[in-house]
């Protein structure tokens, strides 16, 4: 049935794809299936070559990031104490802006697949953690009992019952880290690469070519909703559970308001040991390898430490006004539409599966896609923004409205409460878990999503100041905007999870209790 619903999603999609096409007809803004498959035909040796140096470097970063990860989850699981560290360490790493990082490694590793690879390895490593040490620590406690009695030691543990629990979240990490992989290799390759599917997206975006765009931007979609389908594919077939739809990391709701700032220090003091000590030990130049002291000289007591700053701010100030609108419109609609089909469920057996694959679609297609349709200005950005936003905020919320609990539901039933009294009594307060999940997990993938098209078409804001400093080696003020960037992620991660707590301990309590 599943499957059915996916493929009349598909059709539905097609014929609206096609209609928009013949309505803009002579605009030069849609090329419609049959044109994308006609300049496909035209052009599969271009495409297939490019798809195999992409997908190639995708492949080896999906890996070495995916092997990361879970070599650092039983480092956590082992040294308990370490988890909170582990955890925040991820959450820096998710937060660095692609477009940023991708120049500076270009400059440190050359020419070649090492800096699309390196981008693909950072883009997997957090989605697949996270997942990994929630599934590490979904188990029983009768269970790991059952093991003490029997005088096993932790090896056992983690050998007879935490690796076969965390099987199915470890499936769902690798499921959302493989569209990512794609992601990061595109990135990459934008940064100076020879070949591959980003290089033909920035020559046809210079070209206007608008049919290559919409081929490539097809054809980059279907690969990684292949690779996300094939790795559900697998897990049905081999494992008992189906994959979670997960939500949130381990423990982060439930840590202590004093742990917090501990915790917090500690991953600082980490991060900046081991930014100092990678850079010292690799014998990197200073020139374009900055250090902390030097991003702090370069916004503090340099000679030209203030018209920085003043550059900075202005650029994160445009940033914002972007940003800010389109994330809300993004959760907003995400959340709406989780309630309207809530409300018409005959629509969702059409709509879900659509947008489950849309999620895979990498933004550095769309986004020159969205420019070209809604034009250069603030609009295409929050667009772009709210594009980004939407899609895992409406399956979050999906999930988060299945999770009502029966009885209750049942005793509105009983007192012929309509929907719509069931749905803001019971089934949106039961949401709201979800959607702060959703909200946390958006913010550093609304910064990435209004960089790459500042980077990319506007040349505005902090994305286009990233590009403009790489072009020209200024790598004081890359350096200093990778480190704001990232810092004002964080920060806003931690934001949505304090407004999160606020709300839950009113509506949902046992979310938060200790």
């Not at 980490?270 to 930014?275: C, F, R």
């Not at 896609?369 to 609009?379: F, W």
């Not at 409205?401 to 049942?410: E, N, T, V, Y």
């Not at 931690?494 to 606020?502: F, I, M, Q, S, T």
Request: some cysteine; glycine content about 10%.
């Amino acid at each position: 049935m599943t499957m059915r619903n996916g493929l009349a999603g598909l059709i539905l999609l097609l014929a609206f794809w096609q209609a928009s096409a013949l309505a803009l007809s002579g605009r030069h803004l849609i090329a419609g299936p049959a044109e994308v498959a006609q300049w496909t035909a035209a052009h599969a040796g271009l495409l297939s070559r490019a798809l195999a140096v992409t997908g190639g470097n995708a492949a080896a970063g999906f890996v070495l990031g995916n092997l990361a990860a879970v070599a650092l989850a039983g480092l956590a699981l082992l040294w308990p104490r370490l988890t909170g560290l582990v955890s925040g360490l991820a959450l820096v790493v998710f937060c660095l802006p692609l477009v940023a990082t991708g120049p500076i490694l270009r400059v440190m590793m050359g020419p070649g697949d090492g800096p699309q690879i390196a981008l693909a390895a950072l883009a997997v490593y957090y989605t697949t953690l996270i997942p990994l040490l929630a599934g590490l620590r979904a188990v029983p406690a009768a269970w790991l009992d059952l093991i003490h009695v029997y005088g096993r030691g932790r090896m056992a543990e983690l050998r007879h019952v935490r690796l076969r629990a965390a099987l199915p979240y470890l499936v769902a990490g690798l499921q959302i880290s493989a569209p990512a992989a794609f992601l990061g290799a595109l990135v990459g390759e934008f940064t100076g690469a020879e070949r591959g599917m980003g290089v033909l997206t920035i020559r046809f975006t210079r070209a206007l070519d608008v049919p290559a765009l919409w081929s490539i931007a097809a054809l980059a979609a279907a690969v990684p909703v292949a690779a996300y389908a094939l790795i559900g594919a697998l897990a049905h077939r081999f494992l008992d559970e189906t994959p979670p739809v997960l939500l949130a990391p381990p423990g982060t709701a439930r840590r202590s308001r004093r742990a917090a700032p501990v915790s917090a220090l500690a991953v600082i003091a980490t991060v900046l040991g081991a930014w100092w000590a990678g850079m010292r030990l690799a014998g990197l130049s200073p020139f374009f390898a900055k250090r902390p002291g030097d991003v702090l000289a370069a916004l503090i007591w340099a000679p030209d430490a203030a018209e920085t700053r003043q550059t900075l701010a202005g650029a994160l100030a445009q940033t914002g006004a972007h940003v800010l609108p389109g994330y809300a419109a993004g959760l907003a609609a995400g959340a709406g539409l989780a309630v309207l089909l809530a409300l018409l469920p005959a629509l969702s057996a059409l709509v879900t599966p659509l947008a489950i694959a849309l999620r895979a679609i990498p933004i550095v297609t769309t986004a020159p896609l969205i420019v070209v349709l809604v034009g250069r200005g603030a609009a295409g950005v929050v667009v772009l923004v709210a594009v980004m936003v939407f899609f895992p905020t409406f399956v979050a919320c999906q999930h988060g409205l299945r999770q009502a609990p029966g009885q209750i539901l049942d005793v509105f039933r009983t007192y012929a409460a309509g929907r719509w009294r069931q749905m803001i009594h019971v089934r949106i307060p039961a949401m709201l878990p979800a959607l702060f999940a959703s909200a946390r997990i958006s913010v550093p993938a609304a910064v990435l999503a209004v960089t790459v098209v500042e980077w990319l078409a506007t040349g505005g804001g902090i994305g286009g100041l990233m590009a403009l400093s790489a072009s020209v080696s200024d790598y004081d003020m890359l350096w200093s905007s990778v480190v704001l960037v990232t810092l004002i992620s964080w920060l806003g991660h931690a934001a949505v999870g304090a407004a999160e707590r606020r709300v839950l301990t009113l509506y949902a309590p046992e979310q938060v209790r200790p």
